[in-house]
């Protein structure tokens, strides 16, 4: 089966530093594509950032990066400079089939984000 | 403004009186979805569509139906909800194919208690 797995139910940083959550999956794909997603207490999922697993140099958005790290089946999200606003769950996401038949996406259960200022 | 639409937004209600949760999307997607999010197990898949008419199951499909006769809606209904599908549902919309590029763009949830 192919899964995703977050190991860290919840996490805190201080604000202005570094925090990285981890994500790992499972799967016998070549090619697919990975995502992170936050939710903010309003509840809206947003996307934070996306990789594709192809593409070796890891994604960047602004203060958001990925370690993409094919062989290992890991995909960590690193969030620079820390802000109130990053509070958050944040779900990690892999669409196992490159955008193929069923376009699902299957989601990790998440890391609660507490951000202290 | 692009969006998913989903209604309502909090629904409280007994245990056997059916109910449908509205999703509708003015992007012209053909792929819809719907899924459940509950603590411990993030978001899991109940229904999916890849078109009008064509509708498959998910990972949690039981006690669930849906349809798909236009391509903006995918409704969401509860035959005779039980008390273990008190949950936050979100539908979701993508291109086909595309989600794995684009990802899913998602209705603002709907948080359902069954008593």
């Known amino acids: 089966a192919q899964t995703v797995t977050q190991s860290q139910p919840e996490m805190s940083v201080q604000e202005a530093e570094t925090v990285t959550l981890s994500c790992t999956y499972d799967t016998s794909e070549s090619d697919y594509y990975l995502f992170w997603y936050k939710q903010p207490p309003s509840r809206q999922m947003i996307l934070v950032i996306r990789?594709?697993?192809?593409?070796?140099q890891n994604a960047t958005e602004n203060r958001f990066s990925v370690n993409f790290q094919k062989a290992a089946k890991s995909f960590s999200l690193k969030i620079s400079d820390s802000q109130l606003g990053d509070a958050a769950m944040y779900f990690c996401?892999?669409?196992?089939?490159?955008?193929?038949?069923?376009?699902?996406?299957?989601f990790g259960t998440g890391t609660l984000l507490a951000v202290q200022p | 403004e692009a969006q998913v639409t989903q209604n309502p937004r909090y629904l409280i209600t007994v245990t056997g009186k059916k109910l449908t949760v509205t999703c509708s999307q003015n992007?012209?997607?053909?792929?819809m979805s719907w899924y459940r999010q509950d603590p411990g197990l993030g978001l899991r898949q109940i229904y999916y569509s890849m078109n009008v008419e064509v509708t498959d199951k998910g990972d949690v499909p039981e006690g669930y139906k849906v349809s798909r006769k236009e391509k903006r809606n995918f409704p969401l209904i509860l035959e005779s909800p039980s008390p273990n599908q008190t949950s936050l549902y979100f539908c979701?919309?993508?291109?086909?194919?595309?989600?794995?590029?684009?990802?899913?763009?998602f209705g603002s949830g709907t948080r359902l208690t069954v008593v």
């Open positions: 979701a919309s993508s291109t086909s194919p595309g989600a794995g590029r684009y990802g899913y763009t």
């Open positions: 996401a892999f669409n196992p089939e490159g955008g193929g038949a069923t376009n699902k996406l299957i």
């Open positions: 990789q594709e697993a192809y593409k070796q």
């Open positions: 992007m012209n997607h053909e792929y």
